[in-house]
């Protein structure tokens, strides 16, 4: 039977309740099962299998659960944030990269903004203290709800309304922060309860909520029910749109009621490289993610594969690879990406064979701003085959929740690894580390994969599509393998790396920062896989307290 090509319900605002599945998690034949779906979050991922449960496609799914992690992963992702979702149908059409991700504001220059606040966050492991810029200045304009609806009109099956009824109910009922929920908002409480509003919506008594507790979020529940009436439009004009940018201009930000009507969803075509016997396919220039994993994994591919996960060859070459990854970054960061040409150039085989040439020269990596990344990841695939990569950040938030919307706005002119320059024009892209990623293998989709952790996400990308491709690990083990990540001189290596290998890592030159155990630090990847008989594997990566779901079909 071919594949049954993905259309656009008449009635777009009809309401269709899930229908109840079990839901086994963890490896299936495609021609038993619905689909995967693989989020940073358990009921995000439930949510999204519901839909697949009752005939959704890979898009709805991806939709609805993008929504539910609004709710769930608030400090993550959410209606003040940008994104990029990786398409790739079955019927043929294409592979497609919808750019929602956040622009520059200033469409009505008339002040000047305030000085960004800045505040520094400790991680509990590693030593590492991380940097923020917040407030309503480090404001960027907003797109995600109108990338889910720009999906939605070319891909979904299911009406729109049905894809938000479950992150409604979530946000009015409320939901028990699970451990790494918990420790993630006792990381970020100092932006999260920075304002009187952050304070009343995510405090549990007279502190921050913990682990355990319910959080119930009313006011973003209004918000959404008037999105599955409105759709996107709620949120770039009218009376929620006005409201939004009223409290940034109070609080001293550029975003105006003109850059919300203004913003425009981007198609774009996706970047490609080959690896081994596989084709990798991710978020095209302006953004830099994509682009880099593609000419990491280029170079591994120019440097064979090693023996096994792990072992001193495998790290080494790792380490050597990201600072080659560095150095590209730092050359064509900021205008480069933003002219056409860029992804030819970087991995062209002259450049290749020339970085190979420098690998083990003993060049130190251009250090990267170390931030912890406020982005949280959904991959699908259905019975189908139709695929969805969808990657969504608030940056690390900027503490400003609009009075009565649940609205936490991004601090993306904040981010350091950012840094938009002043040549930036109003209405312009920011860059973006986001990479959400398919990887091919004779025309199908083998490894749907994405990540959060800013500058650290494309190594936590690359070392799951290796360990999955050279090593040949199953998708749970491929996330939940020890990463590393190189910052100048530093390799970072996470707990569960065997000493003997770090020693010998050490001796060759390297100074290695050992982790005591797994972290956030480390990126939150989402996977699911599709093995050349079909079966397929879901996984969350349990550093963010993910969760993978293979649908009973």
Excluded at 10 to 25: G, I, Q
Excluded at 127 to 143: E, K, L, Y
Excluded at 308 to 315: L, Q, T, W
Excluded at 465 to 483: C, E, I
């Amino acid at each position: 039977m071919p594949p049954r090509p993905a259309r656009r319900p008449r009635a777009n605002h009809e309401s269709r309740p899930a229908a109840s599945r079990r839901l086994p998690a963890t490896s299936r034949r495609r021609g038993t099962a619905a689909g995967a779906i693989a989020a940073g979050h358990p009921l995000t991922a439930r949510v999204g299998a519901d839909v697949l449960a009752a005939g959704g496609n890979a898009f709805d799914a991806c939709v609805a659960a993008a929504f539910a992690s609004w709710v769930v992963e608030s400090p993550l992702a959410g209606p003040g944030g940008g994104g990029f979702l990786l398409a790739r149908p079955a019927d043929g059409r294409g592979d497609a990269l919808y750019d929602f991700f956040v622009t520059v504001p200033g469409a009505e220059r008339r002040w000047t903004p305030r000085p960004m606040a800045e505040l520094a966050v400790d991680f509990a492991d590693g030593g590492t203290s991380q940097p923020f810029r917040v407030g309503a200045s480090s404001c960027a304009v907003p797109g995600t709800a109108a990338g889910l609806e720009a999906v939605h009109r070319r891909y979904a099956t299911r009406p729109w309304r049905s894809l938000l009824e479950p992150a409604v109910r979530l946000a009015r009922d409320g939901f028990e922060l699970t451990p790494a929920q918990g420790y993630l908002h006792a990381i970020l409480d100092p932006i999260l309860r920075r304002e009187p509003e952050g304070r009343r919506v995510y405090s549990a008594g007279d502190g921050a909520a913990l682990t355990g507790e319910r959080l119930r979020l009313p006011d973003l529940a209004d918000t959404l029910e008037r999105l599955a009436d409105e759709g996107a439009a709620a949120l770039s004009c009218g009376e929620l749109a006005g409201r939004i940018a009223r409290h940034i201009r109070e609080q001293g930000g550029a975003l105006t009621a003109a850059d919300l009507a203004s913003y425009r969803v981007v198609r774009r075509r996706p970047v490609r490289a080959r690896f081994r016997d596989t084709e990798y396919v991710s978020n095209p220039p302006p953004s830099s993610g994509g682009l880099l994993i593609a000419y990491g994994l280029r170079l591994l591919d120019e440097l064979g594969s090693a023996p096994r996960a792990g072992s001193v060859e495998a790290i080494s070459a790792l380490a050597e690879v990201m600072g080659e990854q560095a150095r590209a970054r730092e050359r064509s960061f900021a205008r480069d990406l933003y002219r056409g040409g860029l992804p030819r150039r970087l991995l062209a085989d002259d450049a290749v064979g020339a970085a190979v040439a420098r690998i083990g020269s003993g060049g130190v990596a251009a250090r990267e701003a170390r931030t912890a990344g406020g982005t949280t990841h959904v991959s699908v695939v259905d019975r189908d085959g139709n695929a969805a990569s969808l990657s969504a950040s608030l940056g690390s938030g900027s503490g400003v929740v609009v009075p009565g919307t649940g609205i936490h706005l991004n601090n993306m002119l904040g981010e350091y690894d950012l840094a938009p320059g002043a040549w930036l024009r109003v209405g312009e892209r920011l860059t973006s580390m986001m990479a959400p990623s398919i990887v091919v293998h004779d025309g199908r989709p083998a490894l749907v994969v994405g990540s959060a952790g800013s500058a650290r996400l494309r190594g936590a990308i690359m070392q799951v599509v290796v360990n999955v491709v050279d090593h040949g690990l199953d998708a749970a083990h491929a996330v939940a393998a020890p990463r590393v990540h190189l910052d100048g001189s530093q390799l970072h290596c996470e707990g569960g790396h065997e000493r003997a290998s770090l020693a010998e890592v050490a001796a060759g030159g390297f100074e290695v920062v050992r982790w005591r155990g797994r972290n956030l630090f480390f990126g939150g990847a989402a996977v699911v896989e599709v093995t050349p008989e079909g079966t397929l594997r879901a996984a969350g990566d349990p550093r963010r307290g993910g969760h993978g779901i293979v649908v009973d079909g």
